[in-house]
Nanobody, 126 residues
Framework: VQLQASGGGLVQAGASLRLSCAPS????????WGWFRQAPGKEREFVAT????????TYADAMKDRWTISRDSAQNTVYLQMNNLKPEDTAIYHC????????????????????WGQGTQVTVSS
């Protein structure tokens, strides 16, 4: 199974983008989905996660007031609505699926996630 992320692009500061992520095979059962990002020369960073059944959302502090993670169960797709983008948000954004097998890792730890997308580039100019 591959996760296919899309929706990135080059925008100016203050703009919005919506990222999407869907599995290459459906149906695809997962416990939760997450978004992470990685800027050049930096560690992979947690952005947000959503549990598939209950829709419980968790955000990194820097994003919780600007961005929204959501899911479409019928389409088996996860979205990340990013508003008020800033230059420091420039990174490759990866979606990931948590199958619930590594619950000893916290939900904001990339090691918890089993499948990863190839990433979509988001570039924010000042």
């Amino acid at each position: 199974v591959q996760l296919q992320a899309s929706g990135g692009g080059l925008v100016q500061a203050g703009a919005s983008l919506r990222l999407s992520c869907a599995p290459s095979e459906r149906p695809f059962a997962s416990y939760a989905w997450g978004w992470f990002r990685q800027a050049p020369g930096k560690e992979r960073e947690f952005v947000a996660t959503i549990s598939w059944r209950a829709g419980k959302k968790t955000y990194a502090d820097a994003m919780k007031d600007r961005w929204t993670i959501s899911r479409d169960s019928a389409q088996n797709t996860v979205y990340l609505q990013m508003n008020n983008l800033k230059p420091e948000d420039t990174a490759i954004y990866h979606c990931a699926a948590d199958l619930g097998k590594k619950t000893h890792f916290s939900i904001n730890d990339h090691r918890r996630y089993d499948y990863w997308g190839q990433g979509t580039q988001v570039t924010v100019s000042s």
